[in-house]
Every structure is written in structure tokens, then in C-alpha cells.
């Protein structure tokens, strides 16, 4: 695939990539504890709050969030909007509202692309805030059915490409997995990555 960086493991043994000047790195847990400079959610278009890590996010933001969601009136799908991060505490300053794709097997590509685009525009935004770490959720593989081995490195090479270009304020992007499970399919895919 092209994309020059090396397999590592981090100090806890988690899995890890370097690409450029920049990390990408795996754990399991709750979003809302990233402890990154911004945390990406899994939202929906209209952007007003759901279940899944939209609902927890929201949970631990409070009800200011919504006030600063409101005024973008939606976001369309494989697109991404940027707010402050309400009640969740510092270092995260930042919440990205990104809507990634309902899939289905009939248009897979264009769900793969809106998957895509949906993490190439939640890292340009962090770049226009300064951020330099980022965490994201696996976006799109719970309600809204993505197959996760199939989204996997699709969000991995989006981070890895954003990455390899250099002179970005991004540093970390931390891919935060709900389930051993999901871990592993995103450890298989880094690992793969990595070897290419
Ligand atoms: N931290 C990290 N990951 C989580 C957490 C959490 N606290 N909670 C769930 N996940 P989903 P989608 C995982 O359904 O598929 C909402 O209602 C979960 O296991 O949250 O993009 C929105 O409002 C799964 O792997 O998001 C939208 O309407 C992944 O996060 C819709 O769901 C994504 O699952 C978006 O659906």
C-alpha cells in the first residue's frame, strides 16, 4: 500500500504504528476517557445525540453540547463538524462530530468512501484547531451495521495518509475499541498495514 512506517509495541504491548512524525495506536475502553486533545463521536446527521458513543459522549459532555452542535443544523454523511467538548474534562478540549455512513452491501464502495472522508475531515478539523491527539471510535460499525474487519483499515490508512504528510499538528491518533474483540480485528489490520 505504500505508506512508509513501522510496526511497534507500545509499553503496555499494545499494538502501534509510526508513520512520519506521527503515532497511531490501539486500546479498549470508553471514548469518553481518552484523556486525547480531541475526541471524535460517531454521530448522526441531524447531530442530535443517539446511542452508542453518541449517547455517551453526550452523557458526559451535558446538555451544553447540544447547544453547540444546534447551530450547524446537521452534518451530511462522510462529513465531520468540530465543538468544544462541554463538561468532559481537559486535556480533551475538542469534539468532533463525525457522521459516517448506514451501511449496506449493495453500495459498499460508496459506504467505504463516505467512511473514508468522514476520518480524512475529523483530522483536517483537528488540524485547524492545533490538536495533537486525536481519538476515534470505530465510527459507523455499531448501529449503523459497517462490518468492522471491512472499516478497519479503512480508518487506519485514512489516519495513516494523514500522517505521512508531514508538518501536521496531529501527533497521536488513538483508535479506541469497545470490545477485545474489536481490538483484535483493528490490531490484525494495523499489523497488516504495517507489513505493507
Ligand atoms: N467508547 C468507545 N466505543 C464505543 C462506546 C464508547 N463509550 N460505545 C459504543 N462504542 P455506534 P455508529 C462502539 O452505534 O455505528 C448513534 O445512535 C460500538 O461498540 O455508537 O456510527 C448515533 O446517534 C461500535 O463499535 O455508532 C447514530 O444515530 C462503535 O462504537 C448512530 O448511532 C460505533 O457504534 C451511529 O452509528
Do not use: W
Request: hydrophobic share 45%; glycine share 12%; proline share 5%.
Amino acid at each position: 500500500m505504500g505508506i512508509a512506517c513501522t510496526f511497534e509495541r507500545a509499553e503496555d504491548g499494545m499494538p502501534e504504528i509510526v508513520v512520519g512524525a506521527g503515532r497511531i495506536r490501539l486500546v479498549q475502553g470508553d471514548i469518553v476517557q481518552a484523556k486525547t486533545d480531541a475526541i471524535v463521536n460517531a454521530a448522526n446527521a441531524s447531530l442530535a445525540g443517539g446511542g452508542g458513543v453518541d449517547g455517551a459522549i453526550h452523557r458526559a459532555a451535558g446538555p451544553e453540547l447540544y447547544e453547540l452542535t444546534r447551530p450547524f443544523g446537521g452534518c451530511a454523511t462522510g462529513s465531520a463538524v468540530i465543538t468544544g467538548a462541554g463538561r468532559i474534562p481537559l486535556p480533551t478540549r475538542f469534539i468532533v462530530h463525525a457522521v459516517g455512513p448506514r451501511y449496506s452491501t449493495a453500495r459498499d464502495a460508496e459506504c467505504a468512501a463516505l467512511l473514508r472522508s468522514a476520518h480524512e475531515v475529523s483530522l483536517r478539523l483537528c488540524e485547524e484547531k492545533a490538536v495533537e491527539s486525536v481519538a476515534f471510535p470505530a465510527i459507523s460499525t455499531g448501529v449503523y451495521g459497517f462490518p468492522i474487519a471491512r472499516a478497519a483499515p479503512i480508518a487506519l490508512q485514512a489516519a495513516m495518509e494523514h500522517l505521512k504528510a508531514g508538518e501536521r499538528s496531529v501527533k497521536r491518533v488513538v483508535f479506541v475499541l469497545f470490545t477485545p474483540a474489536d481490538l483484535q480485528v483493528f490490531s490484525e489490520a494495523l499489523a497488516s498495514l504495517g507489513q505493507g
